[in-house]
T-cell receptor, first 115, second 111 residues
């Protein structure tokens, strides 16, 4: 199974600043996903990031707020821009694996607190 | 994407079998059923996936009736370390596994 490393594991940021979260995978994967998990809540898909194409955002998430890069098959970044306290969440990177991409593997997440 | 309904929480004791039922009345023909486990401060972990009837692996069993409108995750002889949130997901793998997480079931295993 894929091993996913996320950096930073946690951060405390000031309102109005931006934070870039890095996701590194130990193998080449086609499909990568970024999720948000607010305290005590379930996971919400932010966007799908496939190499060689623009990220596809879910309803309620826009590129200006959450720009994503996917420069190759093992790496992606998610930036949380112009942060507000409402952005305080855990952000999770995920990849799809298996013969038909039937399994999702997750990183341990980035816990973000915005003051 | 088919929506899922699970109990919010369940309590059990060490050594017991835990069964979590998920309702997915609007499941589509191409949809698969997948279960994930999440511990605090960690990302979800794949447990099991199935399409119909019964699937078993080293961790759990998944029972799916013929109409596929529900599924039951069975955890045999749970231990304290099985305390976690369990998510049932339904989706078409061909759609790139863009799966929607429901509310999950918080399982507490007591000594």
């Amino acid at each position: 199974s894929a091993v996913i490393s996320q950096k930073p594991s946690r951060d405390i940021c000031q309102r109005g600043t931006s934070l870039t979260i890095q996701c590194q995978v130990d193998s080449q994967v086609t499909m990568m996903f970024w999720y948000r998990q607010q305290p005590g809540q379930s996971l919400t898909l932010i966007a799908t990031a496939n190499q060689g194409s623009e990220a596809t955002y879910e309803s309620g998430f826009v590129i200006d707020k959450f720009p994503i890069s996917r420069p190759n098959l093992t790496f992606s970044t998610l930036t949380v821009s112009n942060m507000s306290p409402e952005d305080s969440s855990i952000y999770l990177c995920s990849v799809a694996e298996g013969t038909t991409n039937e399994k999702l593997f997750f990183g341990s997440g980035t816990q973000l607190s915005v003051l | 994407l088919a929506k899922t309904t699970q109990p919010i929480s369940m309590d059990s004791y060490e050594g017991q079998e835990v069964n979590i039922t998920c309702s997915h009345n609007n499941i589509a023909t191409n949809d698969y059923i997948t279960w994930y486990q999440q511990f605090p401060s960690q990302g979800p972990r794949f447990i099991i996936q199935g399409y119909k009837t019964k699937v078993t692996n080293e961790v759990a069993s998944l029972f799916i009736p013929a109409d596929r409108k529900s599924s039951t995750l069975s955890l045999p002889r749970v231990s304290l370390s099985d305390t976690a949130v369990y998510y049932c997901l339904v989706g078409d793998r061909a759609a790139g596994n863009k799966l929607t997480f429901g509310g999950g079931t918080r399982v507490l295993v007591k000594p």
